[in-house]
């Protein structure tokens, strides 16, 4: 049952009722004149909202940062992490709001405001986020959840007048998220000198989001809850990774802070889905040394796991046995990566010999700098039909001797060609969220122009589906959009 009024949600606070040791209550600063550049059907949906509620006045003023969430508390959080592999101290919410939990037809959601103004956090901060960003933020968590990537959700932005300053001026926005918990490897990490608070901490996660967690073992072992939640969360970060690597994405600023206690994709930055394959692409251009690149993302993740299972050695829990769990890292890696290309591959199970022709494979785009979405998409009928899909690579000889290697793979799975191909469709999409889609949207934006961004998310929540019109859409960056850079500031 969907409710036409957000006064008719049902609100829940118990982040608030964790001690005041966790967060900062406080109000939003509302934008000058806001106005609302676009909702999200789909996401009100999961809050249990109409199409018709999107377009209240009591909706707009909530999502500006005028009026509460009826019924919620609304605070920023604290937490601390990891910058660029060096510890950073206290960092927190220095420009979201906490609003509340909604109960929804299917879940729990909180509900955020992001570029809502100043908090105890916002260090040398405005408080602010603009429209560039958001729009960024807003589209890539509906990208996401389109690919079928575990991700935070975005309802709604609003723009403002007000000026920001960046590289450049520019307006400010707030963007809607959504997400079970905000929750962050920074927040336990907060906690490591106060053993109390982190024991609350990871009692309101279990409790909340893995309460299967304090049910007896099958094996009957008796391990520590923080062993248990740290295993959890491996296994949904090694496979949350995988699924980036094998959607061309990269999250670029992999900080502890940016890390989900849920595994999902958080904190949308300078992010970016790869065009042409390189194996060590780095998407944000501040990222010299290329510490969040492509290829170093499972490294870094498993990485920021020891920053996690190291906050536990404040609950008693012996150093080897955090060792010892964190090893299981690479397996549950691995297993998901071959899981994703299975699928992508067309293949029924990941096979002796799959590595050599896989790794031939990533040479390959690597060397002809071929697209990675439409490679994999026009592999699928590249049996049949191989010259379009031969003509994404520079040399298409080399593509060919690769391709009848592939062939032979194909061959010993033995499944109809139907079958394979309709499934390879399905894990293989057409559509990303490639920068300068993002950038042409975010253009129309800042005319407060929304088309450019219902037409994306019409695409990008179907991206297997095929649509005629939108050829333009499926295919590399015209000329003027080559290079494109993205930074940090948002
Ligand atoms: P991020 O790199 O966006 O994940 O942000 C890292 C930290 O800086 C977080 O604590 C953010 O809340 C804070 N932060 C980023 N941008 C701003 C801003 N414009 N104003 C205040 N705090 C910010
Ligand atoms: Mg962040």
Not at 154 to 183: H, K, N
Request: net charge negative.
């Amino acid at each position: 049952m969907l409710v036409d009024s957000i006064h008719e949600l049902h609100v829940v606070n118990p982040y608030a009722e964790l001690p005041s040791a966790f967060y900062t209550e406080l109000s939003p600063q509302p934008l000058t004149r806001p106005r609302l550049l676009h909702a999200n059907p789909q996401a009100a949906q999961l809050l249990g909202l109409t199409e018709d509620a999107l377009k209240s006045k009591s909706f707009l003023d909530v999502f500006a940062g005028n009026a509460p969430l009826p019924g919620g508390r609304t605070l920023a959080s604290v937490y601390s992490g990891h910058q660029f592999g060096v510890w950073a101290g206290q960092l927190g919410d220095g420009r979201a709001h906490l609003l509340g939990e909604i109960q929804g037809p299917s879940g729990n959601w909180e509900v955020q405001l992001k570029g809502s103004g100043l908090t105890p956090y916002s260090r040398m901060g405005d408080g602010r986020a603009v429209i560039r960003s958001s729009v960024r933020e807003y589209l890539a968590s509906e990208a996401m959840a389109g690919l079928g990537i575990p991700t935070t959700r975005a309802l709604a932005i609003v723009v403002g007048d007000d000026p920001v300053r960046r590289e450049t001026i520019e307006r400010a926005a707030i963007v809607t998220r959504l997400s079970p918990s905000f929750v962050r490897f920074g927040t336990f990490e907060h906690f490591i000198q106060q053993p109390h608070y982190l024991q609350q901490l990871l009692d309101y996660v279990v409790d909340r989001y893995y309460p299967h967690l304090r049910e007896p073992r099958a094996d009957g072992k008796d391990v520590h809850l923080s062993l248990r939640l740290l295993d959890e969360v491996m296994l949904r970060s090694a496979q949350l990774v995988a699924d980036w690597q094998t959607a061309g994405f990269c999250h670029g600023v992999m900080n502890t802070d940016n890390m989900s206690i849920l595994g999902l994709t958080l904190d949308y930055g300078p992010y970016g889905f790869m065009d042409t394959f390189q194996i060590g692409h780095i998407c944000n251009h501040t990222d010299v040394h290329g510490r969040y690149a492509w290829n170093a993302q499972p490294s870094v993740m498993h990485w920021n796991l020891f920053r996690l299972a190291n906050t536990f050695v404040a609950l008693g829990v012996e150093a080897d046995d955090l060792r010892d769990t964190l090893q299981g890292f690479e397996q549950y890696f691995l297993d998901a990566f071959h899981g994703n290309l299975v699928k992508k591959f067309g293949w029924s199970s990941w096979r002796e010999g799959d590595e050599v022709l896989v790794d031939d494979w990533w040479r390959l785009l690597h060397i002809q700098q071929a697209d990675f979405t439409l490679s994999f998409r026009r592999l699928a009928h590249a049996l049949e039909r191989p010259e379009p899909w031969l003509e994404l690579f520079n040399d298409p000889d080399a593509a060919a001797q690769w391709l009848e290697r592939y062939r032979h793979r194909i061959q010993e799975d033995a499944g109809p060609d139907e079958e394979r191909i309709a499934a390879m469709l399905a894990a293989n999409p057409l559509y990303v969220l490639r920068n300068h889609l993002a950038e042409i949207a975010i253009r129309a934006a800042e005319q407060d122009d929304p088309s450019e961004i219902e037409t994306l998310l019409t695409l990008l929540r179907d991206p297997y589906t095929e649509r005629a019109g939108y050829e333009s859409y499926a295919g590399p960056a015209p000329d003027w959009a080559q290079g494109l850079s993205v930074s940090c500031s948002s």
